[in-house]
């Protein structure tokens, strides 16, 4: 077994010295969601219990942590280990039965519904997830984007409770500055363009007491959603490839949620979604010029079927932010380079 230190000073106060159970988050196995004395039952077993539970948590017990297989849930321990005085003693590897994908999709948002918000563009990725969940849904836009637009027309006819932030451009630079402190790779343009557009999502569900945000991440990636993939000279390699680069963006949207003590939960990046979505042919995910067809064919059983076979733009883009972004950094004398504005405001930070 591979050892692995814990520094546990970064361990959350509460967590502690505790010599009882502390959950973060909410765990399940078989599809079957855990309620704190199902958790604690286990606990009796040995750490090695609950290695094949699913869900997005931080558990501590006794001496030892334990976080979820995706680190979903932010933690002082690598994602999927159990550790005890500091050492690694286990994985956390849940293996659901399989599934059809409908199923699975199903399964991972019913697991994820019982409280929270939806990050809402009216895509097929958000509505699907929106219309299975039942819960108040958030669209991020300028005034008179395309997401703004399309959000409210597709919330109007799903019956959904939704709720529209129009960030002014004030609102924006201030957002830029604080996700340039806090994402991976902060003088990245789309990096910095995405993060920002859901630090207005955070936000929101910070000021609302939603901690939990259920979004459409992970979509394109298992489906086939850019549009570069059209042209793709070898699709499945390259659905490989970004599948394999989530982990990084999971890193990138968590920490911006983190800012107003919230986290992004991603039914498609459910491991029951991801096996079912993996094991369908590249082929079948863009076919006739339509990407994601597998999942806009679960979706039509579900959602409005306009809305299940609608394109539309990466949020950055329909939002508006990427062109807010841009005129941001023209009128700071950077008229072709908005990633050497994204520089200056890095080095701004950095010596303050």
């Not at 399940?28 to 286990?42: H, S």
């Not at 809402?120 to 958000?126: M, N, Y």
């Not at 459409?216 to 680069?245: C, H, I, K, T, V």
Request: net charge neutral; glycine share 10%.
């Amino acid at each position: 077994m591979i050892a692995y230190r814990v520094n546990l000073t970064a361990i959350p106060a509460g967590l502690r010295n505790m010599p009882t159970m502390n959950l973060k988050g909410w765990m399940e196995r078989d599809g079957v969601r855990l309620i704190p004395t199902d958790v604690e039952r286990m606990l009796g077993e040995g750490p090695e219990a609950i290695a094949r539970c699913g869900g997005e948590f931080l558990l501590a017990h006794d001496d030892w942590i334990a976080r979820d297989a995706l680190g979903i849930m932010p933690g002082p321990v690598p994602p999927g280990t159990i550790c005890c005085n500091g050492r690694e003693v286990g994985r956390i590897a849940p293996d659901p039965p399989s599934c059809t994908l409908e199923e699975a999709i199903v399964t991972a948002v019913n697991l994820r519904s019982d409280e929270g918000a939806v990050a809402f563009s009216g895509g097929v990725d958000s509505a699907l997830i929106a219309g299975l969940a039942h819960l108040p849904c958030v669209t991020v836009g300028l005034r008179g984007s395309h997401d703004t637009a399309w959000a409210a027309k597709s919330a109007r006819m799903m019956r959904l409770d939704l709720d529209i932030v129009t960030p002014k451009e004030d609102e924006i630079a201030e957002a830029l500055a604080r996700v340039v402190r806090t994402i991976p790779d902060p003088t990245n343009p789309l990096e910095a363009s995405i993060a920002t557009t859901l630090y207005f999502v955070a936000r929101w569900a910070g000021e609302y007491g939603c901690t939990r945000i259920l979004a459409g991440q992970g979509a394109d990636e298992l489906f086939g959603g850019y549009a570069r993939y059209l042209a793709s000279p070898d699709l499945a390699a390259e659905l490989e490839r970004d599948f394999a680069d989530l982990g990084r963006q999971r890193m990138r949207d968590q920490a911006v949620a983190a800012l107003f003590g919230t986290y992004f939960s991603m039914p498609y990046l459910d491991l029951r979604v991801a096996r079912a979505a993996r094991a369908i042919p590249a082929e079948e995910k863009v076919r006739g010029g339509v990407r994601k067809h597998p999942l806009r064919m679960v979706a039509e059983r579900h959602i409005p079927a306009e809305m299940a076979r609608a394109e539309k733009k990466a949020m950055q883009y329909g939002s508006g932010i990427w062109r807010a972004i841009q005129q941001l950094a023209r009128r700071n004398g950077y008229k072709k380079s908005v990633q050497g504005y994204l520089k200056e405001i890095s080095r701004a930070e950095h010596d303050n």
